[in-house]
Structure formats: structure tokens, C-alpha cells
Antibody, heavy 118, light 106 residues
Framework: QVQLQESGPGLVKPSETLSLTCTVS????????WSWIRQTPGKGLEWLGR???????NYYPSLESRLTISVDTSKNQFYLKLTSVTAADTAIYYC????????????WGQGTQVTVSS | EIVLTQSPDFQSVTPKEKISITCRAS??????LHWYQQKPDQSPKVLIK???QSNSGVPSRFSGSGSGTDFTLTINSLEAEDAATYYC?????????FGGGTKVEI
């Protein structure tokens, strides 16, 4: 049974960096695409970016300057780093898996609430 | 960026009713359109993939249709457990995008 689990701080101060980890169990992280998605009441579900194994990441254009997604295949984990956060980055952050080639996300983490506030 | 426009935003229904939710893409996406169901405090779960393929374990009352730019999710004979928000999602091109969601209240 594949499971994804997000972890990281629930509270981040404005202008600081948000760092999240997604730990994958039940399958190898190799051979799949791994995405970060966030959800806010105002903007709904927003795809942030993804990475394939240890390949090149793809980012949502408006976040590209602040976002870094990386993978550690030895730990079966992937990561999100979002710099210079503001209140607009307050959201539930999910990690999710897909198989590429237009496939849907088949596994999601339970989500982690991140609040940006001083 | 491909914009997905869902309608309606909200629908209040009674059990055993049939509803249809539409999703219109701002450009051609073939059949790379998927439907998700999200219940409160849960992550989204895929119901329909590639516009019309039911995901394993999804009740037969859920069906999807369409291709190109216009898609529909139909729920026949609604049950109380179907109260949720439904999202369409396109995987045709980056950035991947979601529709705004349709909240179904029963």
C-alpha cells in the first residue's frame, strides 16, 4: 500500500522560507512523477510543481522564482522549498504521485496546514 | 495556462436525484481530463480518469463523458455519501490545472 506523508512546520513567518518533506512508503520513488499541490479556500487546488525521479523539475510559472522541488531517492523522500513567503502562501499543502503521460494523481498525502503569520 | 471552468459552483440536491457537473477547458485537451471527489478533511480521490474511465472501486452511479474542451461528470441516483466537492483536473499540458470545484450538498 503506497502512502505519502507530508511533514514540516505548521507556522512560518512572513519573508522566511517554507520547507516541507514528503515521505513515500510502500513503493520506490523512482519511476514516478511527484508533485506538490496546495489548497486554499479562495483559490481552490493549485498545482505548484513536480519532479520525475532525479530529473529536472517543472514549476508553476508564477512561483518559479521562489520554488524549489527536489528528490532524495536514497531516502524515498521529496521536498518543497518556498522562499519569501507571504500570507498568500497560507494553505494546505499536499504531495501527490502520478505516472506521467497525462495520468491523474493516484496517491495523495493527507495534507499539512501551513500558516504564514508573524 | 489551460483554464478549467466548472459549473455550477454549488448544487443542493435530494437523495436519488441525478446531477451533472460540467467542465470546460480554455483549449483543446483531448481526453486528458480527470474528475476528483474531495470530502471535508480528506485529500482528493480520483473518480474518473481520461474523461470517461471509472477508477477502480468507484460506484457505477458515477460516469464521465466528453473530449476536446467540454466534459461532464454525471452522478445518477445520488446517495448521502456523495456530499463532497468535485474537481476536474487537466493533465494535457503544464502547468497542470484544476477547475474551481463544485460543492454538492445533499
Amino acid at each position: 500500500q503506497v502512502q505519502l506523508q507530508e511533514s514540516g512546520p505548521g507556522l512560518v513567518k512572513p519573508s522566511e522560507t517554507l520547507s516541507l518533506t514528503c515521505t513515500v512508503s510502500g513503493d520506490s520513488i523512482r519511476g514516478y512523477y511527484w508533485s506538490w499541490i496546495r489548497q486554499t479556500p479562495g483559490k481552490g487546488l493549485e498545482w505548484l510543481g513536480r519532479m520525475y525521479g532525479s530529473g529536472y523539475p517543472n514549476y508553476y510559472p508564477s512561483l518559479e522564482s521562489r520554488l524549489t522541488i527536489s528528490v532524495d531517492t536514497s531516502k524515498n523522500q521529496f521536498y518543497l522549498k518556498l522562499t519569501s513567503v507571504t500570507a498568500a502562501d497560507t494553505a494546505i499543502y499536499y504531495c501527490a504521485r502520478d505516472h506521467g503521460s497525462g495520468s491523474p494523481f493516484d496517491y495523495w498525502g493527507q495534507g499539512t496546514q501551513v500558516t504564514v503569520s508573524s | 495556462e489551460i483554464v478549467l471552468t466548472q459549473s455550477p459552483d454549488f448544487q443542493s440536491v435530494t437523495p436519488k436525484e441525478k446531477i451533472s457537473i460540467t467542465c470546460r477547458a480554455s483549449q483543446y485537451i483531448g481526453s486528458n481530463l480527470h474528475w476528483y471527489q474531495q470530502k471535508p478533511d480528506q485529500s482528493p480521490k480520483v473518480l474518473i480518469k481520461y474523461a470517461s474511465q471509472s477508477n477502480s472501486g468507484v460506484p457505477s452511479r458515477f460516469s464521465g463523458s466528453g473530449s476536446g474542451t467540454d466534459f461532464t461528470l454525471t452522478i445518477n441516483s445520488l446517495e448521502a455519501e456523495d456530499a463532497a466537492t468535485y474537481y476536474c483536473y487537466q493533465s494535457s499540458s503544464l502547468p497542470l490545472t484544476f477547475g474551481g470545484g463544485t460543492k454538492v450538498e445533499i
